[in-house]
């Protein structure tokens, strides 16, 4: 069963932590996007929301609205949600972003609860689609224990309300294991411990600490800033 508008408002009292304090990560990637976060832009990421939480927003601020698809491929994912508990959604804009009115998603991003193989919750990972585009996913130490630890918190209680959710983690997790083995790749894990592991491609899903001056090497995944004129 779904959440209810009341349990989302539970689950948005629960997270309210922002990525991280010493950094406005906006910043970093807007320029590389027209001057809009990749997270803002619904050209480049749709906003995903359960009923219950449109429910809540909705009795909380008029910044969100259904999406009225304009592209193909917004046309497809609206098409895809029509049979299940989600609904596309657009907000005002970044300039008119309201901090407490923000959905799960915007709060979450770029990260994802990640389940092990024995489907623990062990932490967060990134989602990898957004490699190159997302600048935090690029330099994982400015994010700070109290996201983490929101977001591991805020997120049990909503899988105890609504089950479904936790498989599809659980899933998407699978997903990126398998992914990361094709690249022959290992993948870090913001760990609910406080810890950052890695992923071992090819390995069943086994995890090892990470040391810094290897989580640094992600750095040089990021294109620079553009040059301005
Ligand atoms: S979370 Fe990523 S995409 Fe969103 S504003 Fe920060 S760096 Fe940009
Ligand atoms: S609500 Fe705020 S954080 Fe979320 S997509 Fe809109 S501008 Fe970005």
Request: with cysteine.
């Amino acid at each position: 069963m779904s959440a209810t508008a009341k349990e989302f408002a539970e689950v948005y009292r629960r997270f309210t932590a922002p990525l991280s304090k010493r950094v406005d990560c906006g910043s970093k990637c807007a320029p590389h996007n027209g001057g809009i976060p990749f997270c803002c832009d619904v050209d480049n990421a749709i906003p995903l929301v359960d009923k219950g939480e449109f429910q809540l927003l909705k009795s909380r601020t008029d910044m969100w609205t259904r999406l009225r698809p304009s592209t193909p491929s917004q046309r497809k994912e609206v098409k895809d949600l029509e049979s299940s508990d989600s609904c596309a959604v657009k907000c005002k804009g970044v300039a008119h972003c309201e901090r407490d009115n923000r959905s799960l998603a915007c709060r979450a991003f770029p990260y994802f609860p990640y389940f092990d193989a024995e489907k623990n919750l062990v932490g967060l990972a990134h989602y990898w689609g957004f490699e190159g585009q997302c600048w935090v996913i690029h330099n994982p130490e400015v994010v700070d224990k109290k996201f983490v630890k929101e977001m591991i918190d805020s997120h049990e209680y909503l899988f105890l309300k609504d089950p479904d959710w936790a498989e599809t983690f659980a899933e998407n997790s699978a997903s990126m294991r398998r992914v990361y083995s094709r690249r022959n790749k290992k993948f870090l894990i913001l760990h609910r411990d406080g810890n950052q592991y890695w992923v071992l491609p090819y390995s069943g899903g086994k995890m090892v600490l990470a040391k810094t001056a290897d989580v640094d090497k992600l750095k040089k995944g990021y294109p620079d800033a553009p040059a301005t004129t």
